[in-house]
Protein backbone atom coordinates (compact mmCIF):
# COMPACT_ATOMS: atom_id res chain seq x y z
CA UNK A 1 0.00 0.00 0.00
CA UNK A 2 1.48 3.33 -1.06
CA UNK A 3 0.55 6.80 1.25
CA UNK A 4 -1.46 9.41 0.22
CA UNK A 5 -0.09 12.89 0.62
CA UNK A 6 -3.13 15.03 2.35
CA UNK A 7 -2.78 18.94 2.62
CA UNK A 8 -2.31 20.89 5.95
CA UNK A 9 -0.16 19.82 8.38
CA UNK A 10 -2.98 19.25 11.11
CA UNK A 11 -4.38 16.39 8.52
CA UNK A 12 -0.42 14.78 7.95
CA UNK A 13 -0.26 14.47 12.04
CA UNK A 14 -2.29 10.91 12.22
CA UNK A 15 0.07 9.91 9.74
CA UNK A 16 3.09 11.00 12.04
CA UNK A 17 1.38 9.40 14.87
CA UNK A 18 0.96 6.06 12.97
CA UNK A 19 4.80 5.92 12.86
CA UNK A 20 4.82 6.13 16.36
CA UNK A 21 2.44 3.15 16.77
CA UNK A 22 4.74 1.24 14.44
CA UNK A 23 6.92 0.94 17.99
CA UNK A 24 5.10 0.76 20.16
CA UNK A 25 2.37 -1.93 18.69
CA UNK A 26 5.18 -4.20 18.49
CA UNK A 27 5.84 -3.83 22.45
CA UNK A 28 8.48 -5.32 23.90
CA UNK A 29 9.69 -7.72 20.40
CA UNK A 30 13.25 -7.53 20.04
CA UNK A 31 13.17 -3.92 21.26
CA UNK A 32 16.96 -3.64 21.97
CA UNK A 33 20.33 -5.09 20.50
CA UNK A 34 21.56 -7.65 22.92
CA UNK A 35 17.76 -9.35 23.50
CA UNK A 36 17.49 -9.81 19.71
CA UNK A 37 20.69 -12.35 20.22
CA UNK A 38 18.90 -14.49 22.82
CA UNK A 39 14.76 -14.78 21.98
CA UNK A 40 14.38 -17.01 24.67
CA UNK A 41 14.50 -14.70 27.17
CA UNK A 42 12.88 -11.79 25.29
CA UNK A 43 9.78 -10.58 27.19
CA UNK A 44 7.22 -9.46 24.75
CA UNK A 45 4.15 -8.27 26.92
CA UNK A 46 3.06 -7.60 30.84
CA UNK A 47 -0.15 -7.68 32.08
CA UNK A 48 -1.68 -6.86 35.23
CA UNK A 49 -5.25 -6.11 35.96
CA UNK A 50 -8.13 -7.66 38.49
CA UNK A 51 -9.57 -10.88 37.49
CA UNK A 52 -12.84 -10.27 35.59
CA UNK A 53 -13.63 -14.49 34.94
CA UNK A 54 -16.89 -14.89 36.76
CA UNK A 55 -16.45 -15.57 40.74
CA UNK A 56 -12.67 -14.48 40.53
CA UNK A 57 -12.42 -10.73 41.23
CA UNK A 58 -10.67 -10.37 44.02
CA UNK A 59 -7.66 -11.99 42.60
CA UNK A 60 -5.01 -10.34 40.32
CA UNK A 61 -3.73 -11.93 37.33
CA UNK A 62 0.33 -11.57 36.24
CA UNK A 63 1.01 -12.44 32.88
CA UNK A 64 4.66 -12.13 31.29
CA UNK A 65 5.13 -13.56 28.00
CA UNK A 66 8.45 -14.35 26.14
CA UNK A 67 9.89 -15.62 23.10
CA UNK A 68 8.61 -13.53 20.22
CA UNK A 69 7.04 -14.22 16.90
CA UNK A 70 6.57 -18.17 17.69
CA UNK A 71 6.05 -19.53 14.16
CA UNK A 72 3.30 -22.62 14.93
CA UNK A 73 5.00 -24.86 12.77
CA UNK A 74 8.20 -24.32 13.84
CA UNK A 75 9.77 -27.59 14.47
CA UNK A 76 11.28 -30.23 15.67
CA UNK A 77 12.23 -28.44 18.65
CA UNK A 78 9.47 -25.97 19.18
CA UNK A 79 9.89 -23.43 21.88
CA UNK A 80 10.85 -24.79 25.10
CA UNK A 81 12.21 -22.39 27.92
CA UNK A 82 15.78 -21.67 28.39
CA UNK A 83 17.26 -23.91 31.53
CA UNK A 84 19.86 -21.61 32.10
CA UNK A 85 18.08 -18.06 33.01
CA UNK A 86 16.00 -17.00 35.86
CA UNK A 87 12.17 -15.43 34.48
CA UNK A 88 10.74 -12.88 37.57
CA UNK A 89 7.33 -11.18 38.20
CA UNK A 90 8.25 -7.82 40.27
CA UNK A 91 5.97 -6.26 43.01
CA UNK A 92 6.64 -3.04 44.82
CA UNK A 93 3.32 -2.32 47.25
CA UNK A 94 5.00 0.50 48.91
CA UNK A 95 5.83 3.08 46.27
CA UNK A 96 9.78 3.04 46.85
CA UNK A 97 10.36 1.60 43.22
CA UNK A 98 11.81 -1.65 44.96
CA UNK A 99 10.89 -5.24 44.39
CA UNK A 100 8.80 -6.11 47.60
CA UNK A 101 7.72 -9.83 46.23
CA UNK A 102 9.42 -11.82 43.24
CA UNK A 103 7.83 -14.64 41.33
CA UNK A 104 10.51 -16.61 40.41
CA UNK A 105 10.31 -19.18 37.53
CA UNK A 106 13.17 -21.51 36.75
CA UNK A 107 12.89 -24.61 34.16
CA UNK A 108 13.90 -27.98 33.74
CA UNK A 109 14.04 -29.66 29.81
CA UNK A 110 14.73 -33.58 30.48
CA UNK A 111 14.65 -36.48 27.92
CA UNK A 112 12.09 -39.24 28.81
CA UNK A 113 13.89 -42.56 30.35
CA UNK A 114 16.17 -40.22 32.58
CA UNK A 115 17.83 -39.23 29.61
CA UNK A 116 17.86 -42.36 27.48
CA UNK A 117 15.52 -40.61 25.24
CA UNK A 118 12.62 -42.73 23.25
CA UNK A 119 13.96 -45.47 20.45
CA UNK A 120 12.83 -47.65 18.09
CA UNK A 121 14.06 -50.76 17.49
CA UNK A 122 15.68 -50.54 13.87
CA UNK A 123 16.98 -53.47 11.99
CA UNK A 124 18.09 -55.25 15.54
CA UNK A 125 19.45 -52.11 16.82
CA UNK A 126 17.78 -49.44 19.40
CA UNK A 127 18.25 -46.01 17.68
CA UNK A 128 17.06 -42.91 19.70
CA UNK A 129 14.00 -40.94 17.28
CA UNK A 130 14.47 -37.40 16.25
CA UNK A 131 11.13 -36.22 17.08
CA UNK A 132 9.93 -34.97 20.84
CA UNK A 133 6.90 -37.07 20.37
CA UNK A 134 6.10 -40.86 19.62
CA UNK A 135 2.55 -40.50 19.11
CA UNK A 136 -0.87 -38.45 19.75
CA UNK A 137 -0.02 -36.97 23.49
CA UNK A 138 -3.16 -35.70 25.48
CA UNK A 139 -1.95 -36.26 29.13
CA UNK A 140 0.34 -34.33 31.75
CA UNK A 141 3.44 -36.25 31.69
CA UNK A 142 2.12 -38.40 28.23
CA UNK A 143 4.22 -41.26 28.07
CA UNK A 144 4.41 -40.51 24.17
CA UNK A 145 6.55 -37.41 24.75
CA UNK A 146 10.21 -37.40 24.40
CA UNK A 147 10.64 -34.32 25.84
CA UNK A 148 9.39 -33.45 28.93
CA UNK A 149 9.17 -29.78 30.49
CA UNK A 150 8.81 -28.74 34.17
CA UNK A 151 9.24 -25.65 36.10
CA UNK A 152 9.46 -24.57 39.80
CA UNK A 153 8.19 -21.16 41.45
CA UNK A 154 9.54 -19.11 43.88
CA UNK A 155 8.72 -16.84 45.99
CA UNK A 156 11.00 -13.99 47.06
CA UNK A 157 10.15 -11.33 49.96
CA UNK A 158 12.67 -8.13 49.76
CA UNK A 159 15.81 -8.16 47.92
CA UNK A 160 15.33 -10.68 44.57
CA UNK A 161 18.80 -12.08 45.51
CA UNK A 162 18.99 -11.17 49.10
CA UNK A 163 15.59 -11.88 50.19
CA UNK A 164 13.74 -14.76 51.84
CA UNK A 165 13.19 -17.82 49.42
CA UNK A 166 9.98 -19.76 49.62
CA UNK A 167 8.82 -22.68 47.41
CA UNK A 168 5.33 -22.44 45.86
CA UNK A 169 3.65 -25.77 46.11
CA UNK A 170 1.13 -27.50 44.09
CA UNK A 171 -2.05 -27.47 46.85
CA UNK A 172 -2.98 -30.96 45.26
CA UNK A 173 -0.08 -32.48 45.97
CA UNK A 174 2.70 -30.57 47.58
CA UNK A 175 4.70 -31.46 44.70
CA UNK A 176 7.43 -27.76 43.66
CA UNK A 177 7.37 -29.25 40.58
CA UNK A 178 5.17 -28.11 37.78
CA UNK A 179 4.80 -29.36 34.05
CA UNK A 180 4.33 -27.09 31.13
CA UNK A 181 2.67 -28.33 28.24
CA UNK A 182 4.20 -29.36 25.14
CA UNK A 183 3.76 -26.80 22.14
CA UNK A 184 0.83 -27.01 20.01
CA UNK A 185 2.36 -29.16 17.62
CA UNK A 186 -0.33 -30.26 15.36
CA UNK A 187 -4.15 -31.84 15.54
CA UNK A 188 -2.44 -35.05 14.50
CA UNK A 189 -0.55 -35.17 17.72
CA UNK A 190 -2.51 -33.38 20.25
CA UNK A 191 -6.54 -33.68 18.67
CA UNK A 192 -7.56 -31.34 21.76
CA UNK A 193 -4.78 -29.21 22.40
CA UNK A 194 -7.32 -26.81 24.85
CA UNK A 195 -8.31 -29.78 26.84
CA UNK A 196 -5.05 -30.90 27.31
CA UNK A 197 -3.35 -27.31 28.32
CA UNK A 198 -6.07 -26.97 31.13
CA UNK A 199 -4.93 -30.05 32.68
CA UNK A 200 -1.68 -27.86 33.37
CA UNK A 201 -3.86 -25.30 34.87
CA UNK A 202 -2.46 -25.57 38.64
CA UNK A 203 -4.07 -24.29 41.95
CA UNK A 204 -1.13 -23.30 44.03
CA UNK A 205 0.14 -22.61 47.91
CA UNK A 206 2.04 -19.51 48.02
CA UNK A 207 3.80 -19.32 51.42
CA UNK A 208 2.33 -16.12 53.64
CA UNK A 209 -0.87 -16.09 51.58
CA UNK A 210 -3.84 -17.67 52.94
CA UNK A 211 -5.90 -17.57 49.52
CA UNK A 212 -4.57 -20.21 46.78
CA UNK A 213 -3.60 -19.30 43.98
CA UNK A 214 -3.23 -20.57 40.24
CA UNK A 215 -0.46 -20.96 37.68
CA UNK A 216 -0.17 -21.60 34.31
CA UNK A 217 2.85 -21.88 32.27
CA UNK A 218 2.13 -22.86 28.80
CA UNK A 219 2.05 -21.61 24.60
CA UNK A 220 -0.39 -19.02 23.93
CA UNK A 221 -1.84 -17.16 20.65
CA UNK A 222 0.10 -13.66 20.63
CA UNK A 223 -2.47 -11.66 22.41
CA UNK A 224 -1.55 -8.56 20.82
CA UNK A 225 -2.21 -7.26 16.92
CA UNK A 226 0.25 -5.74 14.72
CA UNK A 227 0.40 -4.75 10.99
CA UNK A 228 3.98 -4.82 11.60
CA UNK A 229 5.94 -5.01 8.17
CA UNK A 230 3.39 -2.54 7.20
CA UNK A 231 4.12 -0.12 9.64
CA UNK A 232 7.58 -0.19 10.00
CA UNK A 233 7.83 0.61 6.91
CA UNK A 234 6.93 4.00 7.81
CA UNK A 235 3.66 3.30 8.08
CA UNK A 236 3.05 2.16 4.27
CA UNK A 237 -0.59 2.26 4.36
CA UNK A 238 -3.38 5.06 3.30
CA UNK A 239 -3.57 7.81 5.74
CA UNK A 240 -7.57 7.84 4.55
CA UNK A 241 -8.21 4.63 6.25
CA UNK A 242 -6.13 5.07 9.80
CA UNK A 243 -7.63 8.85 9.89
CA UNK A 244 -10.85 7.12 9.88
CA UNK A 245 -12.49 6.14 13.42
CA UNK A 246 -15.34 3.71 11.50
CA UNK A 247 -11.94 1.73 10.32
CA UNK A 248 -10.61 0.91 13.42
CA UNK A 249 -9.96 -2.75 12.02
CA UNK A 250 -8.75 -2.59 8.30
CA UNK A 251 -5.62 -3.36 8.56
CA UNK A 252 -4.77 -7.10 9.18
CA UNK A 253 -3.15 -8.51 11.99
CA UNK A 254 0.39 -9.46 11.02
CA UNK A 255 1.44 -11.62 14.20
CA UNK A 256 -1.99 -13.06 14.27
CA UNK A 257 -0.45 -16.46 13.18
CA UNK A 258 2.13 -15.89 15.99
CA UNK A 259 2.46 -17.67 18.94
CA UNK A 260 4.55 -16.74 22.82
CA UNK A 261 5.19 -18.52 25.83
CA UNK A 262 3.16 -17.60 28.68
CA UNK A 263 3.95 -17.02 32.42
CA UNK A 264 0.67 -16.70 34.20
CA UNK A 265 0.10 -16.38 37.62
CA UNK A 266 -3.37 -15.42 39.52
CA UNK A 267 -3.11 -14.25 43.28
CA UNK A 268 -5.61 -13.00 45.66
CA UNK A 269 -5.11 -9.56 45.83
CA UNK A 270 -4.84 -9.47 50.01
CA UNK A 271 -1.34 -11.38 48.96
CA UNK A 272 0.10 -8.73 46.99
CA UNK A 273 -0.12 -5.64 49.54
CA UNK A 274 1.81 -4.59 51.98
CA UNK A 275 -0.35 -6.05 55.08
CA UNK A 276 -4.15 -4.81 55.76
CA UNK A 277 -3.53 -1.10 55.78
CA UNK A 278 -0.87 -0.85 52.88
CA UNK A 279 -1.43 0.90 50.09
CA UNK A 280 -4.22 -0.76 47.35
CA UNK A 281 -1.73 0.39 44.31
CA UNK A 282 1.09 -2.25 43.42
CA UNK A 283 3.54 -2.13 40.44
CA UNK A 284 4.74 -4.93 38.57
CA UNK A 285 7.14 -5.73 36.06
CA UNK A 286 9.03 -8.58 34.61
CA UNK A 287 12.60 -9.54 33.79
CA UNK A 288 14.85 -12.23 32.56
CA UNK A 289 18.51 -12.97 34.03
CA UNK A 290 21.14 -15.35 32.92
CA UNK A 291 24.39 -15.93 34.25
CA UNK A 292 27.54 -13.86 34.06
CA UNK A 293 29.45 -16.60 32.19
CA UNK A 294 28.62 -19.42 29.76
CA UNK A 295 31.56 -22.00 28.33
CA UNK A 296 30.41 -23.99 25.57
CA UNK A 297 30.98 -27.55 25.49
CA UNK A 298 32.56 -28.92 22.26
CA UNK A 299 31.83 -32.44 23.20
CA UNK A 300 27.82 -32.58 24.97
CA UNK A 301 27.35 -35.84 26.12
CA UNK A 302 24.62 -37.68 25.02
CA UNK A 303 21.50 -36.61 26.27
CA UNK A 304 21.76 -33.29 27.63
CA UNK A 305 19.50 -30.78 26.59
CA UNK A 306 22.33 -27.89 26.39
CA UNK A 307 25.97 -27.58 25.04
CA UNK A 308 26.30 -24.80 27.56
CA UNK A 309 27.73 -24.63 31.10
CA UNK A 310 26.92 -21.50 33.26
CA UNK A 311 28.13 -19.68 36.37
CA UNK A 312 28.56 -16.23 38.19
CA UNK A 313 26.05 -13.95 39.02
CA UNK A 314 22.48 -13.83 37.25
CA UNK A 315 22.82 -10.83 35.27
CA UNK A 316 19.38 -8.97 34.42
CA UNK A 317 19.27 -8.68 30.11
CA UNK A 318 15.16 -8.06 29.74
CA UNK A 319 12.82 -5.59 31.44
CA UNK A 320 9.29 -4.64 30.84
CA UNK A 321 6.95 -2.71 32.76
CA UNK A 322 4.40 -0.05 30.82
CA UNK A 323 4.39 -0.99 27.02
CA UNK A 324 6.10 1.72 24.44
CA UNK A 325 8.96 2.86 26.47
CA UNK A 326 12.18 1.00 25.49
CA UNK A 327 10.71 1.22 21.89
CA UNK A 328 10.26 4.54 21.39
CA UNK A 329 11.22 6.38 24.51
CA UNK A 330 14.57 5.22 25.34
CA UNK A 331 17.37 6.38 23.09
CA UNK A 332 18.71 3.16 20.83
CA UNK A 333 22.34 3.99 22.97
CA UNK A 334 20.76 3.14 26.18
CA UNK A 335 18.13 0.13 25.66
CA UNK A 336 20.23 -2.24 26.56
CA UNK A 337 20.86 -0.57 29.62
CA UNK A 338 17.18 0.21 30.46
CA UNK A 339 17.03 -3.60 30.05
CA UNK A 340 19.52 -4.23 32.74
CA UNK A 341 18.34 -1.57 34.85
CA UNK A 342 16.12 -1.31 37.86
CA UNK A 343 13.20 1.28 38.75
CA UNK A 344 14.73 2.99 41.83
CA UNK A 345 17.27 3.89 39.18
CA UNK A 346 15.15 5.49 36.48
CA UNK A 347 16.03 8.58 37.61
CA UNK A 348 19.29 7.89 34.79
CA UNK A 349 16.85 7.34 32.05
CA UNK A 350 14.48 10.90 33.26
CA UNK A 351 15.52 13.27 30.11
CA UNK A 352 13.54 10.67 27.79
CA UNK A 353 10.71 11.38 29.04
CA UNK A 354 9.72 14.83 30.44
CA UNK A 355 12.00 15.80 27.12
CA UNK A 356 11.07 13.25 24.59
CA UNK A 357 12.38 12.95 21.09
CA UNK A 358 10.20 11.27 19.39
CA UNK A 359 7.72 13.97 18.38
CA UNK A 360 10.70 16.47 16.79
CA UNK A 361 11.96 13.46 15.15
CA UNK A 362 8.37 13.54 13.49
CA UNK A 363 8.29 17.16 12.64
CA UNK A 364 11.52 16.70 11.28
CA UNK A 365 11.25 13.34 9.06
CA UNK A 366 7.85 14.46 8.09
CA UNK A 367 8.73 18.48 7.57
CA UNK A 368 5.59 19.51 9.38
CA UNK A 369 7.26 21.69 12.34
CA UNK A 370 5.21 23.01 15.47
CA UNK A 371 2.83 19.10 15.81
CA UNK A 372 4.91 18.65 18.92
CA UNK A 373 3.12 19.23 22.47
CA UNK A 374 5.58 22.04 24.71
CA UNK A 375 4.72 21.34 27.74
CA UNK A 376 8.32 21.06 28.61
CA UNK A 377 8.49 19.33 31.41
CA UNK A 378 6.10 16.53 30.42
CA UNK A 379 4.74 16.19 33.35
CA UNK A 380 1.96 14.36 31.98
CA UNK A 381 4.17 11.62 30.21
CA UNK A 382 6.03 11.44 33.65
CA UNK A 383 2.46 10.94 35.37
CA UNK A 384 1.53 8.37 33.00
CA UNK A 385 4.95 6.25 33.30
CA UNK A 386 6.90 6.85 36.22
CA UNK A 387 4.16 7.80 38.87
CA UNK A 388 0.53 6.98 38.36
CA UNK A 389 -2.34 8.97 37.60
CA UNK A 390 -3.73 10.74 41.08
CA UNK A 391 -6.10 9.41 42.43
CA UNK A 392 -6.32 6.14 39.61
CA UNK A 393 -2.73 4.37 40.34
CA UNK A 394 -0.81 6.81 41.58
CA UNK A 395 0.62 5.41 45.29
CA UNK A 396 0.12 7.53 48.88
CA UNK A 397 4.20 8.09 47.98
CA UNK A 398 5.68 7.37 45.00
CA UNK A 399 9.21 7.07 43.62
CA UNK A 400 9.02 8.50 40.04
CA UNK A 401 9.74 4.83 38.17
CA UNK A 402 8.92 3.01 35.28
CA UNK A 403 6.37 -0.11 35.31
CA UNK A 404 2.74 -0.70 35.28
CA UNK A 405 0.61 0.41 38.09
CA UNK A 406 -2.65 -0.92 39.27
CA UNK A 407 -5.39 0.12 41.78
CA UNK A 408 -6.33 -3.14 43.36
CA UNK A 409 -9.33 -1.47 45.05
CA UNK A 410 -10.87 -0.48 41.73
CA UNK A 411 -13.10 -3.38 40.60
CA UNK A 412 -12.81 -4.67 37.67
CA UNK A 413 -15.24 -5.21 34.57
CA UNK A 414 -16.58 -7.70 32.18
CA UNK A 415 -14.95 -7.86 29.24
CA UNK A 416 -17.90 -7.40 26.84
CA UNK A 417 -18.28 -3.98 29.00
CA UNK A 418 -14.71 -2.70 29.15
CA UNK A 419 -13.50 0.13 27.10
CA UNK A 420 -10.78 -1.02 24.94
CA UNK A 421 -8.88 2.59 25.74
CA UNK A 422 -8.80 1.85 29.51
CA UNK A 423 -8.62 5.20 31.12
CA UNK A 424 -8.64 7.64 28.10
CA UNK A 425 -11.92 5.91 26.57
CA UNK A 426 -13.77 5.98 30.40
CA UNK A 427 -13.03 9.65 30.18
CA UNK A 428 -14.02 10.54 26.58
CA UNK A 429 -17.31 8.11 27.00
CA UNK A 430 -17.90 9.43 30.62
CA UNK A 431 -18.35 5.68 31.54
CA UNK A 432 -16.99 4.01 34.80
CA UNK A 433 -14.37 1.07 33.33
CA UNK A 434 -11.33 2.61 35.63
CA UNK A 435 -10.11 -0.70 35.51
CA UNK A 436 -7.95 -0.67 32.61
CA UNK A 437 -4.57 1.16 30.87
CA UNK A 438 -2.64 2.46 32.23
CA UNK A 439 -4.32 1.40 35.66
CA UNK A 440 -2.37 -2.16 34.78
CA UNK A 441 -3.00 -3.90 31.46
CA UNK A 442 -5.81 -6.12 30.32
CA UNK A 443 -5.43 -8.24 26.98
CA UNK A 444 -8.23 -5.94 25.60
CA UNK A 445 -6.47 -2.70 26.35
CA UNK A 446 -5.57 -0.79 22.78
CA UNK A 447 -2.52 -0.14 24.30
CA UNK A 448 -0.93 1.70 20.81
CA UNK A 449 -4.12 3.78 20.75
CA UNK A 450 -3.97 4.90 24.36
CA UNK A 451 -0.42 5.65 23.82
CA UNK A 452 -0.58 7.81 21.02
CA UNK A 453 -2.55 9.60 22.52
CA UNK A 454 -0.19 10.30 25.90
CA UNK A 455 2.63 10.84 23.97
CA UNK A 456 1.07 13.49 21.79
CA UNK A 457 -0.56 15.35 24.59
CA UNK A 458 -3.82 13.62 24.62
CA UNK A 459 -3.89 13.32 28.08
CA UNK A 460 -2.45 16.99 28.40
CA UNK A 461 -5.41 18.31 27.05
CA UNK A 462 -7.79 15.86 29.01
CA UNK A 463 -6.01 17.29 31.90
CA UNK A 464 -7.74 21.17 31.13
CA UNK A 465 -6.59 24.26 32.83
CA UNK A 466 -7.90 22.83 36.10
CA UNK A 467 -5.34 20.12 36.32
CA UNK A 468 -8.04 17.38 36.67
CA UNK A 469 -5.42 14.80 36.41
CA UNK A 470 -2.66 16.52 38.32
CA UNK A 471 -0.13 17.44 35.14
CA UNK A 472 1.11 20.50 36.61
CA UNK A 473 -0.08 23.99 35.37
CA UNK A 474 1.89 23.87 32.20
CA UNK A 475 0.03 21.15 31.00
CA UNK A 476 -2.75 22.93 29.52
CA UNK A 477 -4.85 22.77 25.97
CA UNK A 478 -2.56 25.87 24.42
CA UNK A 479 0.42 23.52 24.97
CA UNK A 480 -0.91 20.73 22.69
CA UNK A 481 -0.95 21.68 18.83
CA UNK A 482 -3.37 19.12 17.65
CA UNK A 483 -6.25 19.72 20.07
CA UNK A 484 -9.03 17.09 19.92
CA UNK A 485 -7.77 15.80 16.57
CA UNK A 486 -5.39 13.54 18.83
CA UNK A 487 -8.12 11.78 20.72
CA UNK A 488 -9.39 10.24 17.20
CA UNK A 489 -6.87 8.91 15.99
CA UNK A 490 -5.54 5.07 15.28
CA UNK A 491 -3.71 2.79 13.61
CA UNK A 492 -5.92 0.75 12.17
CA UNK A 493 -5.81 -2.26 14.01
CA UNK A 494 -8.58 -3.30 16.69
CA UNK A 495 -6.90 -4.63 19.70
CA UNK A 496 -10.46 -5.61 20.82
CA UNK A 497 -11.11 -8.46 18.40
CA UNK A 498 -8.38 -10.63 19.19
CA UNK A 499 -9.43 -13.96 20.29
CA UNK A 500 -9.19 -14.22 24.30
CA UNK A 501 -10.37 -16.65 26.65
CA UNK A 502 -13.23 -15.96 29.46
CA UNK A 503 -10.68 -17.23 32.12
CA UNK A 504 -7.66 -18.00 33.70
CA UNK A 505 -5.14 -17.77 31.46
CA UNK A 506 -7.12 -15.47 29.68
CA UNK A 507 -5.01 -15.83 26.33
CA UNK A 508 -6.74 -18.03 23.94
CA UNK A 509 -5.44 -21.48 22.80
CA UNK A 510 -2.28 -21.36 20.57
CA UNK A 511 -2.51 -22.13 17.20
CA UNK A 512 -1.51 -25.47 16.27
CA UNK A 513 1.87 -26.12 13.78
CA UNK A 514 -0.75 -28.20 11.27
CA UNK A 515 -4.56 -28.32 10.83
Request: hydrophobic share 40%; charged share 15%.
Amino acid sequence: MNPIRIGGALAAVPLALAVLAGGAQATSHREAPFITTVPKVDATDFYLFRSYESGRSDYVTLIANYQPLQDAYGGPNYFSMDPNALYEIHIDNDGDAKEDLSFQFRFKNALAGNGAGVSLNIGGKSVGIPLIQAGAVSNVKDSNLQLGESYTLSVVRGDRRKGVVQAVTNAANGSTSFDKPVDNIGTKTIPNYAAYAAKHVYSANIPGCSQPARVFVGQRQDPFAVNLGTIFDLVNAPVSVITDPTLIGAVPNTIGDKNVTTLSLEVHKSCLKSGEQGDDVIGGWTTASLRQARLLDGKPASGHQTSEKTGGAWVQVSRLGMPLVNEVVIGLKDKDKFNASKPAADAQFADYVTNPTLPALLEIALGLPNIAPTNFPRNDLVTTFLTGIKGVNQPRTVTPSEMLRLNTAIAPVPFAQQNRLGVVGNLLAGGSDNAGFPNGRRPKDDVVDVALVAMMGGLCLANGNNDALGFGAACNPAAVPLGATAFKLHDAVDQAVVPLLAGFPYLNTPLAGSR
